[in-house]
Structure formats: structure tokens, C-alpha cells
């Protein structure tokens, strides 16, 4: 298989949330995923659960991989589960959650993995770091690009910019 960009998804909620987004990166390096580009981290008030959940750290970092999105998929989980992730409930706070979100151009669903994630244009707490990281990448279903996505997105939770992950500036905004 050729090399896919793919862009993911980080979120965390409970524990030390910069560590545990930092790890993430790590571990996915550590198993053959090349991490390219990290974006910025945004502090994000919980999504679709219950309010009172204490508030997300994200990000969106961009890998390169010749893996297919069934063998991603099972690498993430299991990073998932090493670092605490319990069940798959996306109601729970979570220690970190990744999400495939774009994988190339692919539009691909399996019951497992749905790519694009489906619900990535309603969700401003992963368009603000993705439109940092391919602002002009067009969504391969709708063909508009994340800036325009961004601008039309309906979810007005607060989203803010708290910086970047430390233990990996040399790969913020492609500086790598």
C-alpha cells in the first residue's frame, strides 16, 4: 500500500490531560505511526455529554502511514486501552480518545471505523486544530475545504487555544 496522510483526533479529560496527549504522540510513534505535525492544544468545554464532565484538551496531529485504516484502527485502540481508555462509550470522560477523522481521501465505512469521521463539520473543538494543520484539505465527501468548514460550523461551544506539546515542538506547524 503507498503512504496515506491521516489526520487524528486527540482528546483528554481526566489526569494530567497535556501528559496524556503527549503520550499519545509517543506511543504512536513508538509503534510505527510517523507523526508529521502536531497542532496547536485547545482547551474544550465537553461535546454532546453531560456538561459537568470536566474540559477536554484536544489537538489534531497529521501521521503518515502505509497501514490500512482496519490495521490504524486496531494500533489506536490498543494505545487506547494501554493508557487507561475503558469502554468505548463516547459519553465517559476518558483519559484520551483517539479518532481517525480523515484518512487520504477515502470515504470508507465498516461498522468499526467511518471515515470521514461523520460528525467532523459539527465539531469546532477538531476543526480549529485541523484547519491549522490542511486548512485547503477538502473534505472528501461534502468538497469544501476545513477552513470553510470551520467557518460554517454550527457548534458554538468554547474552544481556546492553550499552546502547544511541549515534548514535541520540533514538529509543530511542520516546523519537523
Known amino acids: 500500500m503507498s ?14 490531560r497535556e501528559r496524556n496527549l503527549e503520550d499519545a504522540v509517543e506511543k504512536m510513534q513508538e509503534c510505527g505511526c510517523q507523526v508529521t505535525r502536531c497542532s496547536s492544544v485547545f482547551e474544550t468545554e465537553p461535546w454532546g455529554v453531560d456538561p459537568d464532565q470536566p474540559l477536554y484538551l484536544n489537538a489534531v496531529v ?4 502505509s497501514e490500512g485504516i482496519n490495521d490504524l484502527m486496531v494500533r489506536l485502540q490498543s494505545i487506547e486501552h494501554a493508557m487507561g481508555r475503558g469502554g468505548r462509550s463516547s459519553n465517559e470522560p476518558r483519559v484520551i480518545d483517539i479518532d ?37 484539505f477538502l473534505h472528501p465527501v461534502l468538497k469544501v475545504p476545513v ?12 474552544v481556546v487555544r492553550t499552546g502547544f506539546l511541549l515534548q514535541h515542538a520540533s514538529i509543530i506547524h511542520g516546523n519537523s
Do not use: M, W
Open 3 to 16: 503512504t496515506v496522510i491521516a489526520y487524528l483526533g486527540l482528546g483528554s479529560n481526566l489526569g494530567s
Open 147 to 158: 477552513r470553510t468548514l470551520l467557518q460554517q460550523c454550527p457548534d458554538t461551544k468554547r
Open 100 to 136: 481517525v477523522l480523515i484518512f487520504g481521501d477515502a470515504v470508507f465505512h465498516n461498522g468499526i471505523v467511518t471515515v470521514p469521521h461523520p460528525r467532523l463539520e459539527h465539531r469546532r473543538f477538531v476543526l480549529e486544530p485541523l484547519s491549522e494543520l490542511a486548512p485547503d
Open 62 to 65: 497529521e501521521i503518515r502511514t
